[in-house]
């Protein structure tokens, strides 16, 4: 398919279309083929309407000449695959529903409708993604139905039948896949604390459980891979005094993490330990301890857990997971430390046997007692018996009080239905005595409401407290976890289908995304431990670093999964930012120093991208989305929403009115109409007067016009182009579309205008001629020279504005002469504000240069920056006091000085500006200047050269790509005739505009537009493209607007 006969064409691209919807303009619409029909929309003919009705039945869907007779089989193809992917059918549906809402009681349709059907077309993507990997949705609910369970010897703990891998509460285990979970056996084994780390004091006992919570519970049944695994330990400490045992975990805690810090199977990354804000709020916040400051601080570590410890919080260490003991497969990874103590006592009482006994009392430092029954699984039998152990004197408590006698129906679970994993079969209930005869089974269910009650309503206000997009995934799970509990609830009316829901979303791509964002966190705190460690270099982040490439790429470029154009950009952004990190000498290993601020970079796209499909699935999951509201509307007080400053008009305190009424805040010089476009609308009507169509058509005819005028036939013809160009059919057709579509939508917002129109506007047409020998050209009556390049997109009325608020940065007050030197100076703007005004509407920052010129003898190039180094010096102060502009400070080399710093260590300053300046590294003053009503950040560049006495050489200290040179502007004639004749001497040929200077010249500039490709700054591609069109002296620049 990758050949195309002669007689199909992609739509030509020699002239650009104009995309102004309904206006006087007219064109054909183009058929699939790529022809004009020979019907116009503007003068709509009644011919239209006299066809007759059998000759358009028997039209071909494509319009194929002769010699496109070879194509039918292909054609049958596509056509075949756009009805089974139904993407016709959604097409048709979406533009018809475009149409149809301007004919309702608001006849208006908007002037940009392409960012609309993107939107709504990712939408269509993702649940076609979500659709492919799923099974429908009958499938998902026998999934989700109970399977068949069996009891233990304590009650309320169930394990799935023939496969007692995992224990824990009905609610959880018939729905978790215990073949999955088996597979942590090993690592919860090894991550178990060893007894050698047990702190016993005498008349104590201490004894871990091991709990598995978290996502990774469902690893298997709704979650395809967990981004991360969570195991929460919890400490039972039993003896008389609750002081020592709290002492005992707390230095048993500090002997697990010590050694987890010395061994290398699991790195330990570090703990997160709530921490209070003050004593008087109830707010908390997280406090995030390294390796090293645990084993440097072990009584400041000991004091946060005990503090955290008594505010009934759990904390965190933080790891990366080796999943198998044979394979190098590792997952972020959390351990939950807990601690239970039970109080023992001698009582007086005495029973049958005349021995004293012990009276016990729990006390629970869990935030809510029983809760890892509710959050997770055991995967070991005796932990999830202990456990439940422990709390059975309350819960007997419990149900006696109430009244609940024999409420204990699931102690003997006896599902008939077939399980999925599992087959039914029969066992015969333990029969208990004395000492295994743990407590009476009719009273000893966790579901009193005093106990899930609790729960429930953490549950509840962690969903409210969560953002629906950004933190939809801890929302989920929670939400999860709270359907579980009660599930009989959730199973009538409008929540039927919420399990669904929450399937399909732990299987879109905005959890694969979520687990990018989750190991992009580890690996920067694992190279953060291996810095600690005073280590260059390693193994293991290679290793991870390497495959979290990996993962991006199949995640955002992946052939069975095609991304559109956008997603695909920015997974080659991505991919290339992390390249930046790996040495090309060393087999590609990281660097680590370098690789933490990359990885920070990195996350920033991560996480938008993850907005963008978590908003995206959020739209085809309406029950989902309705309980969250439910939710957050039944609890709007943990419903936080962002503060939002007020800038008050009149200030009480001071009298001043801060702001008048009615002020717009504009950026720029923006063109609003373009700005309008997304949320412009067309008032049909109002339209009816401008169309030669008879009165019975006139609303089709308008109809016609805008979908011609907005090229949405062409559209169409391209997206099935590049379907036949294709060297294979895409498994999904919607990212090719949203390709398309993201294209017509730019192309709707830039190419209102014609080509020759837009030139019009832009090139200077005032520029004269000041200096022909010199190149160097003028505006009459602005009083700035250059090179005609610098002048040919040149607005004069903004950059004259500029430059009044420019012009007190000159150096005016710099010696003339000193001893046997002599000093020029020459300042010019240079960079994109040359643009600013009609070409570029936004200005970030200024820049300008200050070349300064020293002839001296031969042999005093060092003492001529000497002198130099103190001009720049006595320069800044003068602006300093001047205040005209805030200064930041000078950025010397790697250095920044303020000017307090410049004071206080001028020689040091001297000495770096000495050295940078020999090394050619950038120096520069970082400044602001007020324009409208904001500050923005001015560069002046420092450019230093040093001329011989017999101007045999001139020595530039400073790199800078030549075309600097051609994009200045001075504000002095006589400086800029200076500036321009050093420079012709050090070219091959006086001439700037020599054939082999510009050559020279666009070769950098190719190199420069090739680095900002590979980057992703596509801005900065356009505009090196401009630079390089302007070297040409290339009239027209349509080609790069």
């Not at 420069?1008 to 090196?1024: F, Q």
């Amino acid at each position: 398919m990758s050949q195309v006969p002669s007689g199909l064409r992609k739509r030509g691209t020699g002239v650009r279309a104009v995309y102004r919807p309904l206006t006087s303009q007219t064109r054909s619409p183009t058929d699939a083929s790529g022809n004009r029909r020979p019907t116009t929309v503007g003068n709509v003919s009644s011919s239209l309407h006299e066809t007759d009705p059998q000759q358009q039945s028997k039209r071909p869907f494509f319009n194929l000449r002769s010699e496109e007779q070879l194509l039918h089989p292909t054609l049958s193809v596509i056509k075949n695959y756009l009805q089974q992917t139904d993407l016709l059918t959604k097409w048709n549906v979406w533009i018809s529903k475009l149409l149809n809402n301007a004919t309702q009681s608001k006849p208006l349709l908007p002037y940009n409708p392409y960012p609309t059907l993107v939107h709504l077309f990712q939408q269509e993507a993702e649940s076609f993604n979500i659709s492919a990997q799923v099974s429908e949705d009958e499938n998902i609910q026998a999934m989700l139905e109970e399977n068949s369970l069996e009891g233990c010897d304590t009650p309320c703990i169930v394990s799935p039948e023939e496969n007692a891998h995992v224990w824990g509460l009905k609610e959880i285990i018939h729905i978790v896949n215990p073949l999955m979970l088996k597979s942590y056996d090993w690592l919860l084994k090894d991550i178990t604390p060893k007894k050698d780390s047990l702190l016993i004091y005498d008349d104590y006992s201490n004894q871990v459980m091991c709990s598995m919570i978290g996502e990774g519970v469902f690893h298997g049944s709704f979650i395809p891979k967990p981004a991360a695994i969570d195991f929460r330990i919890e400490y039972l400490i039993t003896g008389p005094d609750i002081n020592k045992g709290i002492e005992m975990f707390v230095k048993s805690i500090l002997r697990d993490v010590v050694a987890a810090s010395r061994q290398h199977t699991h790195p330990f990354l570090g703990l997160s330990i709530p921490v209070k804000l003050s004593d008087d709020s109830d707010e908390w916040t997280i406090d995030f301890w390294t390796p090293s400051q645990v084993q440097n601080y072990p009584d400041d570590f000991a004091k946060s857990v005990f503090e955290c410890i008594s505010a009934n919080k759990f904390f965190i260490a933080e790891y990366l997971f080796k999943l198998s003991e044979y394979a190098d497969d590792y997952l972020p990874g959390y351990k939950h430390y807990g601690l239970h103590i039970i109080q023992t006592t001698a009582t007086e009482d005495l029973k049958d046997d005349d021995e004293p006994t012990p009276a016990q009392r729990l006390v629970s430092f869990a935030e809510f007692p029983l809760s890892t029954l509710y959050d997770g699984v055991f995967l070991k039998k005796t932990h999830a018996e202990s456990y439940l152990m422990l709390f059975a004197p309350k819960l007997q408590q419990l149900h006696q009080n109430a009244g609940n006698v024999n409420v204990n129906t699931r102690a003997k679970p006896q599902s008939q239905k077939k399980s999925r994993w599992f087959s039914k079969t029969a066992k015969q209930p333990s029969v208990l005595v004395d000492g295994f005869k743990y407590f009476d089974r009719d009273i000893a269910a966790p579901d009193v409401w005093q106990i899930t009650a609790p729960i429930k309503s953490h549950y509840q206000q962690t969903i409210c407290s969560k953002h629906q997009v950004s933190d939809l995934f801890e929302i989920l799970h929670k939400l999860l976890l709270l359907v579980l509990m009660d599930r009989q609830s959730f199973r009538s009316g409008d929540n039927e289908d919420l399990l669904i829901d929450i399937y399909r979303v732990y299987h879109s791509t905005a959890y694969y995304i979520h687990s990018l964002t989750i190991m992009n966190k580890t690996l920067k705190k694992l190279i953060q431990r291996e810095a600690e460690l005073e280590k260059e270099q390693s193994d293991l982040v290679d290793a991870q670093y390497k495959q979290y490439m990996r993962n991006m790429n199949e995640i955002l470029s992946n052939q069975f999964f095609e991304r559109s154009c956008d997603v695909e950009a920015v997974n080659e952004i991505v991919q290339y930012r992390l390249k930046q990190s790996l040495e090309t000498t060393h087999g590609g290993s990281v660097i680590l120093e370098r690789a933490s601020s990359v990885l920070s970079a990195v996350k920033e796209y991560i996480s938008t991208l993850f907005l963008r499909f978590a908003e995206d699935v959020l739209e085809d999951s309406t029950t989902l989305v309705d309980m969250i509201k439910k939710l957050k509307e039944a609890l709007p007080e943990y419903s936080k929403k962002p503060v939002t400053p007020q800038l008050k008009l009149d200030d009480a305190n001071t009298g001043f009115n801060l702001v008048s009424e009615g002020v717009i805040f504009k950026h720029g010089v923006e063109v609003q109409t373009i700005i309008k476009h997304q949320v412009t609308k067309l008032d049909i009507i109002a339209c009816a007067d401008a169309i030669n169509a008879p009165k019975t058509i006139t609303g089709e005819a308008i109809l016609l016009k805008y979908l011609t005028d907005l090229h949405i036939d062409e559209v169409w013809h391209d997206y099935l182009y590049d379907l036949l160009t294709a060297d294979h059919l895409p498994g999904n057709p919607y990212p090719r579309l949203i390709t398309q579509l993201r294209k017509a939508a730019v192309r709707m917002n830039l190419q209102s205008d014609k080509e020759e129109d837009v030139c019009k506007k832009l090139i200077q047409a005032n520029v004269k001629v000041a200096d022909d020998t010199n190149h160097l050209y003028t505006i009459p009556g602005s009083n700035i020279y250059g090179v005609e390049s610098a002048f040919t997109l040149l607005d004069t009325g903004q950059i004259l504005t500029l430059i009044s608020s420019i012009k007190p940065l000159v150096n005016n007050s710099f010696p003339h002469r000193k001893g046997l030197f002599r000093v020029a100076s020459c300042f010019a703007v240079n960079g994109e504000i040359i643009y600013y005004g009609s070409m570029d509407p936004y200005i970030n920052q200024i820049v300008v240069h200050e070349h300064c010129y020293i002839k001296g003898p031969d042999d005093s190039v060092q003492e001529s920056i000497k002198i130099y180094a103190k001009i720049v010096y006595d320069h800044v102060l003068e602006l300093n006091r001047k205040k005209n502009h805030p200064i930041r400070g000078v950025q010397v080399g790697g250095s920044l000085f303020t000017v307090n710093e410049m004071i206080k260590e001028k020689s040091d300053y001297l000495s770096e500006f000495q050295t940078s300046c020999n090394m050619k590294e950038p120096i520069f003053l970082r400044c602001f200047v007020f324009l409208e009503w904001r500050y923005v950040p001015i560069l002046k560049y420092f450019m230093f050269h040093y001329i011989s006495e017999a101007e045999k050489e001139t020595q530039s200290f400073f790199i800078k790509p030549s075309a600097e040179h051609y994009r200045n502007i001075f504000f002095n004639k006589d400086k800029a005739l200076f500036y321009v004749q050093k420079y012709k001497k050090t070219l091959p040929v006086v001439d700037m505009y020599h054939s082999d200077n510009v050559e020279k010249v666009l070769e950098e500039v190719t190199l420069e537009i090739d680095a900002s490709c590979k980057e992703g700054n596509w801005l900065m591609v356009h505009r090196w493209l401009l630079v390089f069109d302007l070297l040409n002296k290339v009239r027209s620049i349509s080609y790069i607007l």
